[in-house]
């Protein structure tokens, strides 16, 4: 059983920093305070000058992601290992609506896939397009079951996940009820299919329009059409992976009017711009949404300084550069990229380095919020006596460059190589188990658990 005095720190929860020590017993946190003497049989680690923060939480990840007759790289042992790395010990993954099944098979099967994944998940729930409303009293089982939130998705019915518009009154009526979130994939899909019909007929499909085929207004068309939705049920809604300046002004305006509406955003939209569609080889980079302007990038920090986005997470998705590369224009790429590994470095060199919050503030949008958000709080996301020992010991001091060769997915390559990092993982444990110390992975490669929320 571990027995661990983390002594001397910079002790950052969410809710407050303070100067001391915490002592781990088993997999909890026994004890936070001032000087706390070791006991006998104990490991003291002496953390002078580093930060211990909660794990944190990517509450967006896609791994063995299924769609488009492909598999995505990273599995949940790979990238579950990766996210150690990265001080990641809880990811939130989706699980499929499967039509011939009871709703909880969907999430079952996933469980089954997840069983060697090294940190602690959990799973929205895509209700795809096979979902009718016979089916709508079954989301209570989901509840039960608890999974606190579903993913829902305005656009890609290429792949089945589009949802038709008439069901969505009936379903957010249902999870307002029942206190299940929702979540949602923003672009309208209207806006995308005239934008690439008309850039196909002039034969734009280069990788360079990518932003073009999916241009901002259909992110913030969408937003706008949720903002109804939320007007007319009340059933709070989270919109996933907030890429545009006017996506972000519709919902900061309707937070400032009470809506129940919740934002999320990644570390590339914070930090990545269109242009990297112009470089060689720019299939590798691309996602959806697709990259914006650098004055996007502004609104986003912004936002999650003055606390209208809540949460910033990866949407990890990872194919190797080959896979990537295999495409001949935009509307082939296997969309997405690694990032679960560099969540938390390049939060913090960005956002708490580049002066724009707190660490404390840090704390919140990847480790606090999203375990309140899904209801893993305060098992997770937190500090205090008697929540799940996940830590990360982080170290401000040291200055790098990110290489690919620095990170453990299968994809081979970041699209954040090249950027300058402040500070680094030094150990991150789970549940009292150290995972990764000074460079080194020294815990089980699996033993992750599925956590049940409550909302
Ligand atoms: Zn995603």
């Known amino acids: 059983m571990t027995a661990m005095l983390f002594k001397n720190g910079k002790i950052v929860s969410g809710s407050k920093t303070q100067k001391g020590d915490l002592r781990v017993v088993g997999e909890k946190i026994a004890e936070v305070g001032k000087e706390l003497e070791p006991r006998p049989g104990e490991e003291v680690y002496n953390l002078e000058g580093c930060y211990l923060l909660p794990g944190i939480i990517d509450s967006h990840t896609h791994f063995s992601l299924e769609a488009r007759g492909a598999v995505s790289d990273d599995d949940p042992h790979a990238g579950g290992v990766s996210a150690l790395w990265g001080g990641v010990t809880t990811v939130i993954d989706y699980a499929d609506f499967l039509p011939e099944k009871p709703i909880g098979e969907g999430i079952e099967k996933r469980k089954r896939v997840f069983s060697q994944c090294p940190v602690d998940y959990h799973f929205h729930l895509v209700l ?6 016979d089916r709508l009293p079954e989301l209570e089982e989901l509840v039960s079951m608890g999974i606190t939130s579903l ?14 518009e008439n069901l969505w009154p009936d379903i957010l009526k249902k999870c307002k009820k029942i206190g299940l979130l929702v979540t949602v994939h923003a672009e309208d899909n209207s806006i995308v299919e005239d934008k690439t019909e008309s850039y196909r007929k002039a034969g734009l ?14 992110e913030v068309e969408a937003v706008k059409w949720l903002r109804g939705m939320v007007e007319k049920t009340g059933c709070p809604i989270y919109i996933v992976h907030i890429s545009t300046s006017g996506a972000w002004e519709v919902l900061a305006e309707a937070r400032d009017r009470g809506l129940p509406m919740l934002g999320e955003t990644t570390p590339h939209y914070l930090l990545l711009d269109e242009n990297l569609f112009n470089y060689p080889r720019a299939a590798k980079n691309m996602m959806t949404p697709p990259l914006r302007r650098g004055a996007d990038q502004e609104c986003l920090w912004k936002g999650l300084a003055g606390g209208s986005i809540d949460v910033v997470a990866t949407d990890h998705c990872a194919f190797t550069e080959e896979r990537k590369l295999t495409a001949e224009n935009a509307l082939e790429v296997l969309p997405g990229i690694p990032g679960v590994e560099t969540l ?4 913090y060199s960005y956002g708490v380095e580049g002066n724009r919050f707190s660490v404390q503030r840090m704390v919140q949008v990847l480790s606090e919020n999203p375990a309140k958000i899904f209801g893993l709080y305060p098992h997770k996301g937190s500090l205090e006596i008697g929540s799940d020992a996940d830590l990360v010991v982080y170290d401000p001091r040291p200055q790098w460059v990110l290489k690919d060769e620095d990170l453990h997915s299968e994809a081979g390559y970041s699209p954040f190589s090249g950027l300058e990092i402040k500070g680094k993982v030094k150990l991150t444990m789970l549940r009292g188990e150290v995972k990764v110390r000074d460079g080194v992975f020294t815990g089980k490669a699996s033993g992750g658990r599925l956590l049940k929320g409550r909302r």
């Open 344 to 347: 938390l470095p390049l939060t």
């Open 128 to 133: 795809n397009k096979h979902f009718t409303t």
């Open 151 to 164: 993913k829902l998705f305005t656009t890609y019915p290429e792949v089945g996940y589009m949802l038709k």
């Open 205 to 218: 499909l280069d990788f360079k329009y990518h932003s073009r085929h999916r241009p901002a207004e259909s």
